[in-house]
Nanobody, 124 residues
Framework: QVQLVESGGGLVQAGGSLRLSCAAS????????MGWFRQTPGKEREFVAR????????YYAESVKGRFTVSRDNAKNTVYLQMNSLNPEDTAVYYC?????????????????WGQGTQVTVSS
């Protein structure tokens, strides 16, 4: 069992930056791949980024590639999402998720545990 708590969301102007954190409790955090997703009202949850259990490998949605960076600190049981050059289309609730499997996936249904989400709002 893994419990996830996101933080770091807020209101930022277009062009600005935010860093989201996702703190995990429970056993074996370092054995999970971690993902970030986002969702806006009326839309499906959208994949943003993924990082392997060791942190050696990352994968991004095309819409955020070059602007967002996912990282993790297994000693602190925390995964991060650094978001730069934000634009209003990035406004959403952002969720972190844990995946037991090492098979890379962008499908929300393949992730095993979820946080409660943190709101990111980008003003124009």
């Amino acid at each position: 069992q893994v419990q996830l708590v996101e933080s770091g969301g807020g209101l930022v102007q277009a062009g600005g930056s935010l860093r989201l954190s996702c703190a995990a409790s429970g056993r074996s955090f370092s054995s999970y791949a971690m993902g970030w997703f986002r969702q806006t009202p009326g839309k499906e949850r959208e994949f943003v980024a993924r990082i392997t259990s060791s942190g050696a490998g990352t994968y991004y949605a095309e819409s955020v590639k070059g602007r967002f960076t996912v990282s993790r600190d297994n000693a602190k049981n925390t995964v991060y999402l650094q978001m730069n050059s934000l634009n209003p289309e990035d406004t959403a609730v952002y969720y972190c998720a844990a995946d037991r499997s090492s098979v890379r996936t962008t499908a929300p249904g393949e992730y095993d545990y979820w946080g409660q989400g943190t709101q990111v709002t980008v003003s124009s």
